[in-house]
């Protein structure tokens, strides 16, 4: 069964105090990993989307990289605009040509004037 | 261009009652999810349509339906309404049933009282 972890569940930083976001995954054989954005009372909002182990993708202040067994959403002196929860996906090659995510829980990030 | 629209926000349903939720996708899209998010248990998949058919569904029981029009609108009902089906419903929709950024709706609350 492809499971996914996020790692922390919550985290609280200083404006301007980077870090990064983990989520490690096991599945049997990964099409693509994603990455969301969810504000309080919204649907989630579409980041990056990664396909091989050493891609990386950046926005703003925000990358995404992916090994063979996770991957790191890393936030380079955050603003609190970007608080909210981070959601990571993948899909896996069994269901290729039907989509279908499994979700880690989240990190719920706060970032602190 | 509009979003995924899904209607209505609110809901509070009586236990064993059904319910229908409305998903209108980004025009042009043919495929759309539809996912249950939980505090518990996060976002699962419920089932993915792709020009009327249903490709995929996930591990929810019988009570969980749902369909597609052709202009590509969706719906699904839950019946015999549960307090355990209380949730955030969302749905997605892309152009292709791909990896390819799919945009979620603001979800649908249901409580179920």
């Known amino acids: 069964e492809d499971q996914v972890t996020q790692s922390p569940e919550a985290l609280r930083l200083q404006e301007g105090e980077s870090s990064s976001l983990n989520c490690s995954y096991t599945?049997?054989?990964?099409?693509?990993l994603f990455w969301y954005r969810q504000d309080p009372g919204k649907g989630p909002e579409f980041l990056f989307t990664l396909y091989s182990a050493g891609e990386e993708k950046e926005k703003e202040r925000l990358k995404a990289t992916l090994t063979k067994k996770e991957s790191f959403l890393h936030i380079t002196a955050p603003k609190p605009e970007d608080s909210a929860t981070y959601l990571c996906?993948?899909?896996?090659?069994?269901?290729?040509?039907?989509?279908?995510?499994?979700f880690g829980k989240g990190t719920k990030l706060s970032v602190i004037p | 261009k509009a979003g995924v629209t899904q209607t209505p926000r609110y809901l509070i349903k009586t236990r064993g009652q059904q319910v229908t939720l409305s998903c209108s996708p980004i025009?042009?899209?043919?495929?759309v999810s539809w996912y249950q998010q939980t505090p518990g248990q996060g976002l699962q998949f419920l089932f993915e349509y792709f020009s009327e058919t249903q490709r995929n569904k996930g591990n929810f029981p019988g009570r969980f339906s749902g369909r597609q029009f052709s202009n590509s609108r969706s719906e699904m009902n839950v019946s015999t309404l549960e307090l355990g089906d209380s949730a955030l419903y969302l749905c997605?929709?892309?152009?292709?049933?791909?990896?390819?950024?799919?945009?979620f709706g603001s979800g649908t609350r249901l409580t179920v009282v």
């Open positions: 997605a929709s892309s152009f292709l049933s791909d990896n390819y950024g799919y945009t």
């Open positions: 025009s042009g899209h043919r495929s």
């Open positions: 996906a993948v899909q896996t090659s069994e269901r290729a040509g039907s989509y279908q995510l499994t």
């Open positions: 599945v049997s054989g990964l099409r693509g």
